[in-house]
């Protein structure tokens, strides 16, 4: 299983960012896609996850009603939508994956990780 996420940058406050995360090495139904952010000098910490195969998602309240993830089941693609962005929203944001649903917001259930992509959030 090899997960690459992508799509940070730099924006300004209020601003929008989408980030992807493009899975492949196998088909997804049935895992647990997660995303997962860590500012410096901070623990790694849950954003929002989604069950592959129900579509369920899960929100970090620091992100909920801002925050939209999503899956495209023909480009194996899970997005992470963020809209009126925050600096407290600045960190580098990975991509997990995990077979099952079971411990979704926490980042040792998952054994499948991508690279960080970083979003900087300037006020």
Do not use: H
Not at 24 to 48: D, I, L, N
Not at 52 to 62: H, N
């Amino acid at each position: 299983v090899q997960l690459q996420a992508f799509g940070g940058g730099l924006v300004q406050a209020g601003g929008s960012l989408r980030l992807s995360c493009a899975a492949s090495g196998r088909t997804f139904s049935g895992y647990t896609m997660g995303w997962f952010r860590q500012a410096p000098g901070k623990e790694r910490e849950f954003v929002a996850a989604m069950y592959w195969s129900g579509g369920r998602t899960y929100y970090a309240d620091s992100v909920k009603g801002r925050s939209t993830i999503s899956r495209d089941n023909a480009k194996n693609t899970v997005y992470l939508q963020m809209n009126s962005l925050k600096p407290e929203d600045t960190a580098v944001y990975y991509c997990a994956a995990r077979i099952g649903e079971a411990r979704v917001t926490s980042s040792r259930w998952y054994n499948y990780w991508g690279q960080g992509t970083l979003v900087t959030v300037s006020s």
